[in-house]
């Protein structure tokens, strides 16, 4: 029989990102995430950076289980609005999660401006028993579409064409996106720091 593969736990409950990250690095590790386990507490991210709310969720969860806790901390950064809405990405339409709904502002307040510039970034920690062991960064620069394009991937991919690109994140395609995307490109150095710690 081949042998068991370690277990990555992914501290969110995001399933879109838990499934980018599997895809990613899913061959080395038994990718789970707090889905899995129903008792783990909510982490607020009350940090001003990605690198304070992916540290704190990191080390938050990697507290109550038994392993390697991968968390990250990701968003959106518009030249235009003076990097928002960056650590508030996922609420920004005031709801959090509400993809649509983050879209339509972003949309909104993007209308007739012409620098349209902006990055994805991803900051992303590693911990074990409560301790952080490392952390890693990446980013992808592009472009605010005028409009959304595409029905794949999440957030928004839909709005976002890659350095490039004419099309958008959510037209290329999952393997496409991974390849290029700013949470690739972190979890390339995760994947690299593993394999030297073996």
């Not at 507490?41 to 806790?69: C, M, Q, Y």
């Not at 879209?103 to 012409?114: E, H, I, P, Q, S």
């Not at 620069?141 to 890659?162: R, S, T």
Request: proline share 5%; glycine share 12%; net charge negative.
């Amino acid at each position: 029989m081949p042998p068991e593969l370690p277990i990555l736990i992914v501290a969110t409950r995001n399933a879109h990102k838990t499934q980018e990250i599997r895809e990613i690095i899913g061959d080395r590790y038994k990718v789970l995430d707090v889905n899995d386990f129903p008792n783990l507490p909510t982490v607020d991210e009350t940090g001003t950076t990605f690198l304070e709310n992916a540290t704190l969720k990191a080390v938050a969860i990697s507290r109550e289980v038994t392993g390697l806790v991968l968390s990250d901390d990701s968003g959106l950064e518009v030249d235009a609005l003076g990097g928002a809405p960056g650590v508030w990405s996922s609420s920004y339409g005031g709801e959090e999660g509400n993809h649509p709904k983050n879209n339509a502002r972003l949309m909104a307040v993007m209308a007739g401006k012409t620098n349209r510039s902006a990055r994805f970034r991803c900051t992303m920690v590693l911990a074990e028993g409560g301790e952080v062991l490392a952390d890693f960064s990446g980013s992808v620069e592009g472009k605010i579409l005028e409009e959304p394009f595409g029905a794949g991937g999440f957030g928004y991919d839909p709005l976002f064409a890659p350095e490039g690109q004419e099309r958008s994140f959510a037209e290329l395609g999952s393997e496409a996106k991974n390849a290029l995307s700013h949470r690739g490109r972190a979890l390339a150095k995760v994947a690299a720091w593993l394999e030297s710690r073996g």
